[in-house]
């Protein structure tokens, strides 16, 4: 079995991860074609073994196939992860979580900043990614405003981290912007909370077993 991620994003390789990982529990194989982004799966304890270069049926497009197969379903209300695995042809499926794997480069990148944040290292940490790929998905940037400074008068020390500026410039914390995944990865794996709108940072920092609280914008009730 492969999964081609032609056309998905973090979420998508995320998602791809516990299909793998779960698989692989009960004696299944997968390989997945993250394309461009290779420097995920290994976070996410997929190793060498799991991944491919070779080309399959797009999981975005295809009739019958992830993202498809899900917005064709219509009895009740089903997981993501239940609905592509079973159109994998494994239903039933029970989820494992992947394993996260710092990047030791990361890692240390991520503890020095943390440190600027909070130099005594003792308030509970928060880390807050207010941007996403479709702007019907995002909060009002004012209203991330308002959670930092409450979770900051409340003691938390707060961060943000988006892929531009714009979206982090005044927010009233420490912030950084452009950064590989694996310290984003990082960085979320040492907070306590993480808060993000429907966005590959909230599909990844829940899986790496951080409290996520995600933001969802307008959807459709029958498909979620």
């Known amino acids: 079995m492969l999964i081609d991620l032609q056309d998905n994003g973090i979420g998508g390789v995320v998602l791809a991860a516990w299909l793998v990982t779960s698989a692989r529990s009960v004696g299944c194989k997968i390989f ?3 394309r461009n982004l290779k420097t995920l799966p290994p976070l996410l304890g997929l190793t060498a073994d799991d991944l491919t270069g070779l080309a399959g049926d797009n999981w ?4 019958g196939l992830g993202l498809q197969y899900e917005y064709s379903h219509q009895g009740p209300a089903r997981t993501r992860l239940s609905l592509w695995a079973e159109s994998l042809g494994l239903p039933g499926l029970v989820p494992v979580r992947p394993r996260y794997q710092d990047d030791p480069a990361a890692a240390a990148w991520a503890h020095a900043q943390w440190l600027k944040v909070d130099p005594a290292g003792g308030k509970r940490r928060a880390l807050v990614f207010p941007a996403a790929t479709r702007a019907v998905r995002c909060w009002p940037l004012a209203y991330f405003c308002d ?12 961060a943000a981290m988006a892929e ?23 960085m979320a794996a040492r907070a306590k909370l993480v808060v993000a709108n429907d966005s590959g940072p ?7 077993g951080v409290r996520t609280v995600s933001v969802l914008g307008p959807t459709t009730g029958a498909v979620v």
């Not at 975005?60 to 009739?63: G, K, L, Q, Y």
């Not at 959670?147 to 707060?158: E, H, P």
């Not at 914390?173 to 984003?184: I, K, M, N, Y």
Request: glycine residues 10%.
């Open 32 to 34: 997945l074609n993250p």
């Open 147 to 158: 959670l930092i400074a409450d979770l900051t008068d409340r003691g938390w020390a707060v």
């Open 60 to 63: 975005t497009r295809t009739p």
């Open 164 to 186: 531009s500026r714009n979206s982090v410039d005044g927010l009233g914390c420490h912030w950084w912007f452009g950064a590989p995944l694996e310290r984003v990865a990082a």
């Open 202 to 208: 909230a599909h990844l920092a829940g899986t790496i």
